[in-house]
Nanobody, 122 residues
Framework: QVQLVESGGGLVQAGGSLKLSCVAS????????MGWYRQAPGNTRELVAT???????KYADSVRGRFTISRDNAKNTVVLQMNSLKPEDTAVYYC????????????????WGQGTQVTVSS
């Protein structure tokens, strides 16, 4: 059983910053990719940023230059530093882990956290 627990969401004024953290727990041997997605009311879930085990990153165009993703492989954590926040960044942010290797021979794909609310006021 693998669980992802997010923290760090909240309410911030436009132009402010927030840091989201996510910890993966369970009998984890390795995680290939970790990332953050978000879903605003009435919208589909969209990619925010991902990072591979080796540190390669990918960002949505809307956040590139403002958000930074990082991870600690030894601690199975991923962090999203969000700066210069805008009202359109308001959403529930979900942590994701893909291709999770455990002591079960079958890897887990697309494990999701419960989500954390980020609200940016204008």
């Amino acid at each position: 059983q693998v669980q992802l627990v997010e923290s760090g969401g909240g309410l911030v004024q436009a132009g402010g910053s927030l840091k989201l953290s996510c910890v993966a727990s369970g009998s984890i041997i390795d995680i290939n990719a970790m990332g953050w997605y978000r879903q605003a009311p009435g919208n589909t879930r969209e990619l925010v940023a991902t990072i591979s085990r080796g540190g390669s990153t990918k960002y949505a165009d809307s956040v590139r230059g403002r958000f930074t993703i990082s991870r600690d492989n030894a601690k199975n954590t991923v962090v999203l530093q969000m700066n210069s926040l805008k009202p359109e960044d308001t959403a529930v942010y979900y942590c994701n882990a893909d291709q999770v290797l455990t002591y079960d021979p079958r890897p887990l794909f697309n494990v999701w956290g419960q989500g954390t609310q980020v609200t940016v006021s204008s």
